[in-house]
C-alpha cells in the first residue's frame, strides 16, 4: 500500500535550518512530480514545493529562495532542505504527489519556529 514517512522537524530559532526526508513505498515514486505540503493551525494543507520526475522544481511564493525541494530515485525518498527559517513557516509537513495527492497520507513531522 502506499505509504509515507517523514522524519526531520523539530525546534528551531528564526533564521534557523532542517532539513526534512520523506521516504515512501508502494508507488511508482521515479515517474511522479513529488511535492512537500504543509498544514499550519487553523489553515488548510498547502504544497509548498515540487520536483518533477526530471528534476525541474516549482515553489510557493512563501517559501521561494528559502527551501530546495529535491529527490533521489534510487532511494525512493524526497527531501526538503529550509533555510532561513520565519516563525510563519510553523506547521507540519507532509509529502506526497506533487500533483493529484494520493488520498492516503503520513503522519508528517512537526516543523515549530520559535525563539
Known amino acids: 500500500q502506499v505509504q509515507f514517512v517523514e522524519s526531520g522537524g523539530g525546534l528551531v530559532q528564526p533564521g534557523g535550518s532542517l532539513r526534512l526526508s520523506c521516504a515512501t513505498s508502494g508507488i511508482s515514486f521515479s515517474i511522479y512530480t513529488m511535492g512537500w505540503y504543509r498544514q499550519a493551525p487553523g489553515k488548510q494543507r498547502e504544497l509548498v514545493a515540487a520536483v518533477t520526475r526530471g528534476g525541474t522544481t516549482n515553489y510557493s511564493d512563501s517559501v521561494k529562495g528559502r527551501f530546495t525541494i529535491s529527490r533521489d530515485n534510487a532511494k525512493n525518498t524526497v527531501y526538503l532542505q529550509m533555510n532561513s527559517l520565519r516563525p510563519e513557516d510553523t506547521a507540519v509537513y507532509y509529502c506526497?504527489?506533487?500533483?493529484?495527492?494520493?488520498?492516503?497520507w503520513g503522519q508528517g513531522t512537526q516543523v515549530t519556529v520559535s525563539s
Open positions: 506526497n504527489r506533487g500533483t493529484s495527492a494520493f488520498a492516503s
